[in-house]
């Protein structure tokens, strides 16, 4: 079955384009033109990814981008821009985007980033594990505090699994690229530390366990526990 991909796009030419190249290349595709109509269709069809352009003609996409977040929606969400500014960039992924795209882009970049999106929000999830105060149960779209559910986004869960296989050890950021955001290359943005900024926040008091280990990377510890 053929995961199901949300375009919001203006350009007429680029959905177009888009759309033919997903539909090969083994995805179905449902486009709306502005954000409204992007946004029912997010809430009614829950796609498996959304491409989202920043640039609508109703509703800026970073508003969008909030709103669907604070809705629930957790899919992963791929921001295209021709805001190329690393400040932009940020922004986009403070919003809830996973994955951040500038115009102009190739296709392949785009193919290769939506299907490492999907890949990692699709794969099985821990069936249960426990750290500390945390709880990761597979039924669960975020982790438990102390025994209240917090939802996460998929690359935030990611992160969060990825820490809690590997608690106590020090992750290094291009581990941490490949492992959750599927890079063999640094984007070139604060990527990691945005997501870990967006998780610490979610987790409230808890969030002491994810550690930062200067010039090296990050770990989940107890700030009890001895190096």
Same mark, same amino acid.
């Given at each position: 079955?053929?995961?199901?991909?949300?375009?919001?796009?203006?350009? %007429?030419?680029?959905?177009?384009?888009?759309?033919?190249?997903?539909?090969?290349?083994?995805?179905?595709?449902?486009s709306?033109?502005?954000?409204?109509?992007?946004?029912?269709?997010?809430?009614?069809?829950?796609?498996?990814?959304?491409?989202?352009?920043?640039?609508?003609?109703?509703?800026?996409?970073? %508003?969008?981008?909030?709103?669907?977040?604070?809705?629930?929606? !957790?899919?992963?969400?791929?921001?295209?821009?021709?805001?190329?500014?690393?400040?932009s960039?940020?922004?986009?992924?403070?919003?809830?985007?996973?994955?951040?795209?500038?115009?102009?882009? %190739?296709?392949?970049?785009?193919?290769?980033?939506?299907?490492?999106?999907?890949?990692?929000?699709?794969?099985?999830?821990?069936?249960?594990?426990?750290?500390?105060?945390?709880?990761?149960?597979?039924?669960?779209?975020?982790?438990?505090?102390?025994?209240?559910?917090?939802?996460?986004?998929?690359?935030?869960r990611?992160?969060?699994? !990825?820490?809690?296989?590997?608690?106590?050890?020090?992750?290094?950021?291009?581990q941490?690229?490949?492992?959750?955001?599927?890079? %063999?290359?640094?984007?070139?943005?604060? !990527?990691?530390?945005?997501?870990?900024?967006?998780?610490?926040?979610?987790?409230?008091?808890?969030?002491?366990?994810?550690?930062?280990?200067?010039?090296?990377?990050?770990? !989940?510890?107890?700030?009890?526990?001895?190096?």
């Amino acid at each position: 079955m053929a995961s199901l991909v949300v375009l919001i796009e203006d350009n %007429a030419r680029l959905t177009g384009s888009l759309e033919r190249g997903l539909t090969e290349d083994g995805f179905e595709v449902v486009s709306a033109h502005d954000g409204g109509t992007g946004l029912k269709y997010l809430m009614e069809r829950r796609p498996a990814a959304v491409i989202l352009d920043l640039g609508l003609p109703d509703i800026d996409g970073i %508003a969008l981008l909030r709103d669907a977040r604070q809705r629930g929606l !957790l899919v992963p969400i791929l921001v295209l821009t021709a805001r190329d500014a690393v400040e932009s960039r940020v922004e986009g992924l403070e919003a809830g985007a996973d994955d951040y795209l500038v115009k102009p882009f %190739a296709y392949p970049e785009l193919l290769a980033r939506l299907r490492a999106l999907v890949r990692r929000s699709q794969r099985p999830p821990l069936t249960l594990t426990a750290f500390a105060d945390l709880t990761l149960s597979s039924d669960a779209q975020g982790v438990f505090v102390w025994g209240k559910l917090v939802l996460l986004s998929p690359r935030e869960r990611a992160l969060l699994e !990825l820490l809690t296989a590997n608690r106590g050890e020090v992750l290094g950021r291009q581990q941490i690229l490949e492992d959750v955001f599927g890079y %063999a290359f640094d984007p070139g943005t604060n !990527l990691i530390d945005v997501h870990v900024a967006h998780l610490r926040r979610k987790l409230g008091e808890a969030s002491t366990l994810v550690q930062t280990v200067r010039g090296l990377g990050y770990r !989940l510890k107890r700030s009890d526990e001895q190096d």
